[in-house]
């Protein structure tokens, strides 16, 4: 994969002028991911962009630049930041991340730095054959920081087949154990995702995104390329939406058309009854 010449990729003001179209529409709700969407200096300047459009602004992160970032971060609007952290355990981080024992140390850094600035923090945590032991010491390191969990399944998708044969391990497997911890359960409205409530508030929502036409049946989401391109699915290459010359030439009603493509192209990707489906969300 080649990189993306600079002068192609999206501007904030870019971001900004898309997200007023969109905002026409009802989308209000906007999460930067990547990649890393912190290698980008200008990370806090997009988040501005749409932040002063009166939209909500999220962001996925490996966490690594957080602490340098979290000051700019907040005062640019950002909400929430969703952090991957897929081990406690030193030598399991390391493994899962190809990365040295310091790694570890600054992404728990910069979780406190940016709850330190008032960035709300949600785990991503991806249950595995080499972290399965640590279901209970990540919960409660929610727990003592206050902060929410995603419990999330591998999905095939850009993982090395062998590394997804060895690594794959069922979520459901930990259902016994948050039923057991949890004073409340209930089905978010957004993908049909299982939410489990523990005693101090902590929400941890269960993630099961591959094969899983109960997900797919309530996904609303459309993703934006750095290159223009409106995907109207993470599983689908084939079937996207390039507007970016009119976002270039602030065409309006261009964007505006390359949005209504875009929601009529979606469809679930996984349906009941289909060859593909192998879960069930629990």
Do not use: W
């Amino acid at each position: 994969m080649t990189a993306i010449p600079r002068d192609e990729l999206l501007s904030p003001d870019d971001y900004g002028f898309l997200s007023l179209v969109a905002k026409k529409f009802g989308i209000v709700n906007y999460k930067l991911t990547g990649g890393e969407p912190l290698v980008r200096k200008d990370a806090h300047e997009i988040v501005r962009a749409l932040n002063e459009n009166g939209l909500h602004v999220t962001m996925s992160t490996n966490g690594y630049f957080l602490k340098e970032k979290s000051k700019d971060l907040s005062e640019a609007g950002l909400e929430r930041a969703n952090v991957s952290l897929h081990s406690l355990n030193l030598g399991t981080f390391s493994y899962l991340t190809g990365t040295n024992g310091k790694y570890l140390e600054k992404v728990i850094e910069g979780i406190n730095e940016a709850l330190s600035y008032g960035i709300d923090i949600k785990l991503n945590f991806i249950l595995m054959n080499s972290n399965k032991n640590e279901l209970k010491s990540i919960v409660d390191f929610a727990s003592s920081k206050g902060v929410n969990l995603n419990l999330i399944e591998l999905i095939p998708l850009g993982t090395p087949k062998n590394v997804y044969e060895r690594e794959h391990f069922q979520v459901k497997s930990g259902f016994e154990y948050l039923e057991k911890v949890s004073v409340k359960k209930y089905i978010r409205e957004f993908q049909n995702r299982p939410v489990y409530v523990l005693p101090n508030g902590v929400e941890v929502t269960v993630i099961i995104g591959y094969g899983n036409p109960y997900l797919c049946s309530k996904c609303s989401r459309l993703r934006l390329t750095p290159e223009g391109r409106i995907k109207t699915c993470i599983f689908v290459e084939d079937k996207y939406v390039d507007i970016l010359k009119e976002i270039k030439n602030r065409d309006e009603d261009g964007v505006a058309e390359g949005l209504r493509k875009a929601v009529l192209l979606r469809e679930p990707y996984f349906k009941f009854g289909g060859e593909k489906n192998v879960h069930q969300n629990g």
